[in-house]
């Protein structure tokens, strides 16, 4: 199977944006190369939008402005205007990601969030580890 178009969930997200010498930080190169597509809708950019501006990430707007540069410009955006069924998740800022990933026909949604994760073997979309997706696209 190809993982060419991924939801990325914020967490993931983050991680691949603040630290480039950190775990995730192939997922970086990969849109940058184009190998991969992020999908993003308006809910989860605004999920990041206001993750960046946590006080424990010190970003002056600029950073925030130069990070956001490094990922929309590569992101295809997918309008979620009628959320599709999705399974019972426990924490509703996870709704958007599993709504995102059905409506973008995604091939994986990458999250290290163990909500998520639990909803593996319900969802009909691959929900994944950024270590997994590695190891698959390796595969």
């Known amino acids: 199977m190809t993982f060419r178009r991924l939801v ?3 967490n993931v997200l983050v991680s691949a944006l603040l630290f480039p010498a950190g775990t995730v930080s192939w997922l970086r ?3 940058q ?3 991969v597509v992020p999908l993003a809708s308006r809910e989860t950019i605004a999920e990041l939008i206001r993750v960046l501006f946590y006080p424990k ?3 002056t707007d600029d950073e925030r402005e130069d990070l956001l540069a490094d990922y929309l410009p590569w992101c295809e955006t997918v309008s979620v205007s009628e959320p599709p069924a999705i399974p019972e998740c426990r924490d509703p800022f996870d ?3 599993l709504e995102l990933a059905l409506v ?3 091939d994986a949604l990458v999250t290290g969030d163990r909500d998520l994760l639990a909803l593996a073997p319900v969802f009909s979309v691959p929900i994944l580890t950024p270590h997994e997706l590695k190891e698959r696209v390796r595969g």
């Open 57 to 59: 990430f010190r970003l």
């Open 8 to 10: 990325l969930d914020t």
């Open 95 to 97: 709704r958007p990601f």
């Open 29 to 31: 190169d990969s849109w």
């Open 104 to 106: 973008g026909q995604a």
């Open 33 to 35: 190369a184009q190998a």
